[in-house]
């Protein structure tokens, strides 16, 4: 009798082997490389959002093509970034982070107001997907904290 129970039991234990938690490092890789692509070409974010990704940034609803729409806008640009207070959960399939970010940035060409530097604050929260077996963003939320 052990052993049927064994028999049975053997697939289930070594198939969830198999299934891993989303790790904080993925979440984190996936993070950074977006920023990497945002800040340096913006097109190639479109490798880590879903295919029905929307961010809400600066009080509106974007999808993806407008928000890449969104940032071409500033023209080109240098920029650092930080990230702290970093909280993330995971599972087998998804991932939520939240964070506080913190940009720097000096455009090429001024604003029509001359500027060309700009400073921000943000609180963030993103939710991620595992879809064709990588890690994308399917929601992001972005809210200014400071003037």
């Excluded at 640009?77 to 720097?104: P, Q, V, Y």
Aim: aromatic fraction near 18%; glycine fraction near 4%.
């Amino acid at each position: 009798m052990k052993f049927i129970y064994i028999f049975f039991l053997l697939p289930l234990l070594t198939s969830c082997e198999d299934s891993k938690k989303i790790s904080d490092k993925e979440v984190m890789k996936t993070l950074n490389e977006f920023f990497y692509f945002l800040d340096n070409d913006v097109d190639k974010i479109r490798d880590y959002l879903s295919e029905d990704f929307m961010i809400f940034e600066v009080s509106r609803k974007w999808d993806t093509e407008e928000f890449i729409e969104f940032v071409k806008g500033f023209g080109e640009f240098e920029s650092k970034r930080d990230f702290k207070n970093i909280i993330i959960d995971t599972d087998l399939n998804s991932a939520h982070i939240t964070l506080e970010h913190t940009g720097e940035f000096e455009l090429k060409k001024p604003t029509p107001e001359g500027i060309t530097q700009l400073s921000y604050e943000w609180l963030e929260s993103a939710y991620l997907i595992k879809e064709n077996g990588k890690l994308k963003f399917k929601f992001y939320f972005s809210e200014q904290i400071n003037d």
